[in-house]
């Protein structure tokens, strides 16, 4: 396991550029496969998650070719790909594998899917059952609940499915399904979720309905045009920057060229409402996303309540929040967020735990956690819990102590973000 120390030296100032959004990439190389024709990949993040789609579908047949870091793919089709010689293994990736599955339901040959020790223990029940109800076998460790997962597919039916969890992930599977079944599939999902899959697909010529924010239907067995992206940069890596800028008196960074979608943007709007100096500036679209750049000031913080309603939009930002919670004045409550219970760590015990090495009082319930700021931060040893926001948020929260913090398990990072901790320390030389 690999240790990172990290302190600050002073004021971080700059213009920091984040990799490639990780939503985006997956689906461009998953949609991609799925269209009629050449699609080229710009930008496409290059962490362990993204590897993982790239290696799966390569493994269902799909050619991935690249040339100073420009991907081309010739797409094989709707229902067009080939049966694995091997297991397809998503690694750390829950997005690879959840909506995988939808996609291989609407092949008829088998395929089983494994991932590593955490991706294991994710829970996975409320992708098979969809994907059962609409035709496919669709099998799993402990009752049909974890991973590896066993799944044929075939000739699907439509199926209207209100999920009780709000989740991209859910909503995705169950949409990909749809789009090799006959006839229209719609999703019903309890609070709205990022909407990469509906925007891209819809942008390839798929058939999307809209009944409302919570209610969202795709017409099955579209021909897909293919298409060239460039992927925006991720706001959720983007997160880390706004935050840090927040730990050092003196700093201010600008974090250039990522997707503003309101579905991702949540931690922003918290931010700025416990007293941020905040500006983002859209300056155009990239992947059928508005993108723009972020300035973040230090700035004196409150704490603030976390409406669940707002959970969704912020989902991927709250353990850097919590490095943000620990420096503001007063309490900071999250609350209708026990889906982070089942991240690639249990995030709100991992985090109420790492935030206490530090002296910072932190209660925890069911479904979130109330932090109390401002008290004196202490030097500690982080463990990543093998969790790729975990390390990082860590990291952020070594540069408000004094004499700065260790980070056991940093390696972690790479998931989404390979030069994270590179990038960290030459803000903070
Ligand atoms: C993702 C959706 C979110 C998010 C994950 C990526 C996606 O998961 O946490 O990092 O790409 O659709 P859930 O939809 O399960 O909350």
């Known amino acids: 396991m690999a240790r990172e120390v990290v302190s600050a030296r002073g004021p971080l100032k700059g213009v920091v550029t984040v990799p490639g959004d990780k939503s985006i990439s997956h689906r461009a190389l998953m949609f991609s496969a799925l269209a009629e024709g050449r699609s080229v990949i710009r930008g496409l993040q290059k962490g362990?998650?993204?590897?993982?789609?790239?290696?799966?579908?390569e493994a269902l047949g799909v050619v991935f070719e690249e040339s100073d870091g420009v991907i081309a793919v010739n797409g094989l089709g709707v229902g067009g790909l080939k049966e694995s010689f091997d297991v397809l293994d998503c690694l750390n990736s829950g997005t690879t594998m959840r909506l995988m599955s939808g996609i291989l339901a609407g092949h008829g040959f088998l395929s089983v899917l494994?991932?590593?020790?955490?991706?294991?223990?994710r829970p996975m029940a409320r992708i098979l059952d969809p994907l059962r109800e609409m035709g496919a076998l669709a099998l799993g460790r402990e009752e049909d609940t974890r991973a590896p997962l066993v799944i044929r597919g075939g000739s699907l039916g439509a199926l209207e499915w209100v999920t009780p969890v709000a989740s991209a992930q859910v909503k995705?599977?169950?949409?990909?399904a749809g789009l090799h079944a006959r006839g229209t599939t719609w999703v019903v999902e309890p609070a709205a979720t990022r909407d990469h899959t509906e925007r891209m697909l819809g942008g390839m010529g798929a058939e999307i309905k809209r009944d409302g924010p919570l209610r969202v239907g795709i017409v099955g067995r579209p021909k897909l045009r293919p298409f060239e992206i460039e992927v925006p940069g991720d706001p959720s890596s983007a997160a880390f920057w706004a935050a840090a800028a927040l730990m050092v008196p003196g700093s201010e960074l600008t974090v250039r060229g990522i997707s503003l979608n309101e579905g991702r943007t949540g931690f922003f709007r918290i931010l700025k409402r416990m007293g941020a100096q905040i500006e983002m500036r859209e300056t155009g679209l990239a992947a059928g996303e508005p993108v723009g750049d972020v300035t973040i000031a230090y700035s004196k913080l409150t704490g603030?309540?976390?409406?669940p309603e707002e959970v969704p939009s912020a989902i991927d930002e709250f353990p850097v929040l919590g490095a943000v919670a620990a420096i503001a004045e007063g309490e900071t409550v999250v609350t209708g967020a026990e889906e982070l219970r089942f991240k690639e760590s249990d995030r709100i015990d991992a985090l109420a735990g790492e935030l206490r090495k530090a002296g910072v009082p932190v209660q925890t319930f069911?479904?979130?956690?109330?932090?109390?700021?401002?008290?004196?931060l202490s030097p500690a040893l982080f463990d990543s819990h093998g969790?790729?926001?975990?390390?990082?948020?860590?990291?952020?929260?070594?540069?408000?102590?004094?004499?700065?913090?260790?980070i056991e398990g940093a390696e972690a990072a790479a998931v989404s973000y390979p030069d994270f901790f590179k990038t960290i320390s030459g803000l903070s030389a």
Do not use: P, Y
Request: proline share 0%; glycine share 12%; charged share 20%.
């Open 48 to 57: 362990l998650d993204v590897k993982a789609t790239r290696q799966c579908f």
């Open 366 to 376: 069911r479904d979130g956690l109330k932090i109390t700021g401002g008290a004196n």
């Open 304 to 307: 603030v309540t976390v409406e």
């Open 387 to 406: 969790d790729h926001r975990l390390a990082m948020s860590a990291a952020i929260l070594s540069l408000a102590i004094k004499g700065g913090g260790a």
């Open 172 to 176: 995705s599977a169950v949409l990909l």
């Open 114 to 121: 494994t991932g590593d020790q955490h991706l294991r223990k």
